[in-house]
């Protein structure tokens, strides 16, 4: 159980393009979801902490025009990087929290971009 | 504010060798503490959560210790396998009611057949 999904598994684009990442609960519901980037060589780093039907918390330097998170339901959160640029190519990486359980988070297996 | 540190950055090993890998945090209001594996390229695998009222969690040839009032964890591994290489990440909670984990920069570990 606890199975987290992402689609894309990988995505390439153009410059100036906007690329939607999902990140999708498969046998249980999450009332909070997590999205991260990972750049080479690095670990993570949590971008922001979206809840099921409101608005999400953005890390400090992260900039919520640009990677849009919506919530919409109990098992899909989704990341929209808008206006792609080659500097947001990273691997992004989403968790879930199970609703009403534990502290544990379970991690999908991540999206890479490529911003041509 | 809670940093993690993970030592060492890489570690190479013979096949067969029973190996620890560090974690250390600087603030001991930890919730639970957390070893993730992450192969190359791909999303990260839950190896073990210890609680912070628990000392220790076992899973198969792993052993993960943990001494919260020192601000450390270690994962043992015995009898590493070539499939074990990968980069091994720590991430603690804290006690506050925020779910945000703070990661270590993580281990690669690489063992030679």
């Known amino acids: 159980g606890a199975v987290v999904s992402q689609h894309p598994s990988w995505v390439i684009c153009k410059s100036g393009t906007s690329v939607k990442i999902e990140c999708r609960s498969l046998?249980?519901?999450?009332?909070?979801m997590f999205w991260y980037r990972q750049f080479p060589k690095q670990s993570l780093m949590l971008m922001a902490t979206?809840?099921?039907?409101?608005?999400?918390?953005?890390e400090q330097g992260v900039e919520k025009d640009k990677f849009l998170i919506n919530h919409a339901s109990l098992t899909l959160s989704t990341l929209t990087v808008t206006s792609a640029h080659p500097e947001d190519s990273s691997f992004y990486i989403c968790?879930?929290?199970?609703?009403?359980?534990?502290?544990?988070?379970?991690f999908g297996p991540g999206t890479r971009l490529t911003v041509l | 504010k809670q940093e993690v540190t993970q030592i060492p950055a890489a570690l190479s090993v013979p096949e067969g060798e029973n190996l620890v890998l560090n974690c250390s945090f600087t603030?001991?209001?930890?919730?639970?503490l957390q070893w993730f594996r992450q192969d190359p390229g791909k999303g990260l695998t839950s190896l073990l959560l210890?609680?912070?009222s628990q000392r220790e969690q076992t899973s198969g040839r792993l052993n993960a210790s943990l001494d919260k009032s020192s601000g450390r964890s270690t994962l043992y591994i015995a009898a590493s396998q070539p499939g074990d290489s990968a980069t091994y990440l720590c991430?603690?909670?804290?006690?506050?009611?925020?779910?945000?984990?703070?990661w270590g920069a993580g281990t690669k570990l690489i063992i030679k057949p």
């Open positions: 968790s879930a929290r199970v609703a009403g359980g534990s502290d544990e988070q379970f």
């Open positions: 046998d249980f519901q999450a009332t909070t």
């Open positions: 979206s809840n099921e039907g409101s608005k999400a918390t953005y």
């Open positions: 603030d001991s209001a930890i919730y639970n």
């Open positions: 210890i609680q912070s």
């Open positions: 991430a603690v909670k804290g006690e506050d009611s925020n779910y945000q984990l703070i």
